[in-house]
């Protein structure tokens, strides 16, 4: 999985919580699990929103 952004939210597919990353990831693997599986990126900061 990609590092996760500043900006990015995470949904877990199996109970629905949404985390939004306040702080780029700089790991090489970033892997942030809830309900015992990887996190997905619901929203990425593609850079087009405004500040
Ligand atoms: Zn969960």
Redesign the pocket.
């Known amino acids: 999985m990609e590092p996760v952004k500043k900006g990015d939210v995470l949904v877990?597919s199996?109970?629905?919580?949404e985390l939004e990353v306040t702080k780029n990831c700089d790991c090489s693997n970033c892997e942030i699990v809830?309900?015992g599986s990887v996190m997905e990126v619901k929203v990425k900061s593609s850079g087009g929103s405004c500040c």
Do not use: H, K, L, R
């Open positions: 877990c199996e109970c629905g919580v809830c309900c």
